[in-house]
């Protein structure tokens, strides 16, 4: 089910976000998920463009972060614990699945691994994150739950509908942050930004620079 992209694959290690380094962590997946990790990896240049990113902001802001390398069990495990909520809520039962599998992939990729397509978080050039208020380290109002499946949780929701202000300013401080920084943004999820993957190429039109991580024969090294 991957699409072949073109790849120039470079070596760049993972580098480990820790609390003490100006962001907030919040790992969403750690007490849910059997294959979750309690760690927080990014690849070295995601990590160098998360601090410029950071420099955007409002004084008073900083980043808090819910997801970002995951690996490939885990990414099975969210893909079939959600795609029958994605059916239900969107209504998608009377789909064939090709026509299922296209709206479904707009909230969890496929975890298939070949050679040419990699789920963008078990590469570690994706993100999900999120505003916090530093001296409150309260998350700033973005409309919608981490990992909701409705309208609300496209990056645009809030402009297209003409909905609340605060909410659309507040994506708008998040979004024009990432990609200041060089990062791209997934339609479907306010929260979610790329680098070096397979979304960052589509949209960059570049090659794929990151390929999947196994972390398991990546510590057996």
């Known amino acids: 089910m991957g699409e072949k ?6 070596e760049s290690p993972l580098i480990e976000i820790k609390s003490d380094s100006g962001f907030l962590l919040d790992l969403k997946y750690c007490k849910k998920y059997k294959n979750a990790i309690d760690k927080c990896y990014v690849r070295k240049e995601v990590y160098d463009k998360l601090l410029e ?15 970002a390398y995951r690996p490939i069990e885990l990414q099975k495990e969210l893909y079939y614990s959600y795609k029958e909520d994605i059916i239900s809520y969107f209504k998608l039962e009377n789909m064939s699945d090709e026509q299922q599998n296209k709206i479904i992939n707009k909230y969890v990729a496929y975890p298939g691994w070949d050679d040419f397509s990699f789920p963008a978080h078990t590469t570690g050039g994706a993100v999900d994150l999120t505003l916090v208020d530093i001296n409150t380290l309260e998350e700033l109002d973005m409309g919608c739950d981490f990992d909701s499946f409705d309208e609300l949780t496209s990056t645009m929701a809030f402009e297209e509908k003409n909905m609340d202000i605060n909410v659309r300013n507040n994506r708008r401080i998040l979004y ?3 990609i200041k920084a060089g990062f791209t943004n997934l339609e479907s999820e306010y929260w979610h930004y790329d680098y070096g993957d ?3 190429a589509k949209k960059t039109n570049s090659n794929v620079l990151y390929s999947g991580i ?8």
């Open 5 to 10: 992209m073109n790849v120039n694959y470079i």
């Open 53 to 67: 990113a950071k420099k955007y902001l409002p004084d008073n802001l900083t980043f808090k972060i819910w997801d």
């Open 176 to 178: 024009n942050a990432m």
């Open 198 to 200: 397979i979304n960052w």
């Open 214 to 221: 196994d972390l398991k024969k990546l510590s057996n090294a």
